[in-house]
């Protein structure tokens, strides 16, 4: 795929919530297999969930113009969500998760998206 395609079609993902996309292969009738993150609702606790990036694999086919015709594959696994689930409490139970505005030395921070949505960012990675 030619880098300024591949440049086009990451960008048209992320429009869509994807992040980290990593294209795979291209694969026969103008589809293209995918992996990335999508930020996916996590309920860790009672009360607002935690959009946390989540691993999809998925399949895009472009149209003639290379535009995005139709995503399939784009819903994270239960075990996938599961892990995202296990990863903020071990987080959380460490003390390496903040929210925006509290102290930054931990791993992982919880901000607002321009949407509102309370979102699990990585920050760095501690060796303990």
Do not use: C
């Not at 996916?40 to 691993?55: D, F, K, L, Q, R």
């Not at 102290?103 to 990585?122: F, H, K, N, P, T």
């Amino acid at each position: 795929m030619p880098r300024i395609k591949e440049q086009a079609l990451k960008a048209e993902l992320a429009k869509r919530g994807f992040e980290s996309v990593s294209i795979k292969r291209e694969l026969p009738g103008g589809r293209i297999q995918v992996e990335a993150n999508k930020l996916h609702p996590v309920h860790v606790e009672a009360g607002e969930s935690i959009y946390a990036p989540v691993p999809v694999s998925l399949s895009v086919e472009l149209d003639a113009r290379g535009r995005v015709k139709s995503i399939t594959g784009d819903t994270p696994t239960a075990a996938a969500v599961t892990d995202a689930a296990r990863y903020i409490k071990t987080l959380r139970d460490s003390r390496q998760l903040t929210s925006t505005g509290e102290q930054q030395s931990a791993a992982g921070v919880i901000e607002r998206d321009d949407q509102g949505r309370r979102v699990l960012r990585r920050k760095r990675f501690s060796i303990s």
